[in-house]
């Protein structure tokens, strides 16, 4: 069945430094990916999404770009902030069926130090 | 984007009871979807509640623990039986609308003693 491996956390960065969290994924139709994100104590929010190859989804300062060759799905930002700590997902849907059920990677948690 | 409003947001309960968790939706939406977020873990989809017929449980999840209503097209229930301490959790609602965005609710936090 379709699947979402990420990089395993905690990524522990300082203020200013470059993110990359590594997304695969693995699916039998043709997934719309995206990546939510939880901050502590709260609930999930979108980040950004992609339905189609070399479409990249950004929000907030963070890409990411949907390669269908590498079936990746890789979060980046510039330069992180001390407010971008929490934990992110990325997760994939097979949206042709009208179906918006999400899968979900294990999440990556970012601590981002001052 | 669509407003999702869950109740409770948090409680505490005693392991043996049940708790209904009700997800109200801003508009009206073909299918809910609840999720299940264990403690330092990853979303995992319990079931797909459709609107006029019984909801879809996805592997490892069965209708007597988690009864589910979908009485109308903007609102759905999730009932969390007989409960122990394993099943606190954060328990969130879904929905998607066109344009292949998928939004949440704030979820409810489940704690178990």
């Known amino acids: 069945g379709d699947s979402v491996t990420q990089m395993e956390g905690p990524v522990t960065l300082s203020e200013e430094a470059f993110l990359t969290i590594n997304c695969t994924y693995t699916a039998t139709g043709y997934p719309s990916l995206f990546w939510y994100v939880q901050y502590p104590g709260e609930g999930l929010q979108l980040l950004l999404k992609a339905t189609k190859a070399d479409d990249k989804g950004s929000n907030k300062g963070f890409e990411a770009t949907y390669r269908k060759e590498t079936t990746s799905f890789h979060l980046e930002k510039g330069s992180v902030q001390v407010s971008d700590s929490a934990v992110y997902f990325c997760a994939l849907s097979d949206l042709t069926d009208s179906s918006y059920k999400l899968i979900f990677g294990s999440g990556t948690r970012l601590l981002v130090r001052p | ?113």
């Open chain 2, 1 to 113: 984007s669509a407003v999702i409003s869950q109740k409770p947001s948090r409680d505490i309960c005693q392991r043996g009871t049940s708790l209904t968790i009700q997800c109200q939706v801003d508009s009206q939406v073909t299918m809910m979807f609840w999720y299940r977020q264990q403690p330092g873990q990853s979303l995992t989809l319990i079931a797909t509640a459709n609107q006029g017929s019984e909801a879809t449980y996805e592997s490892g999840f069965v209708i007597d623990k988690f009864p589910i209503s979908r009485p109308n097209l903007t609102f759905s229930t999730l009932t969390v039986s007989n409960m122990s301490p394993e099943d606190s959790s954060i328990y969130l609602c879904s929905v998607g609308r066109s344009g292949n965005t998928i939004y949440f609710g704030e979820g409810s936090w489940l704690t178990v003693v």
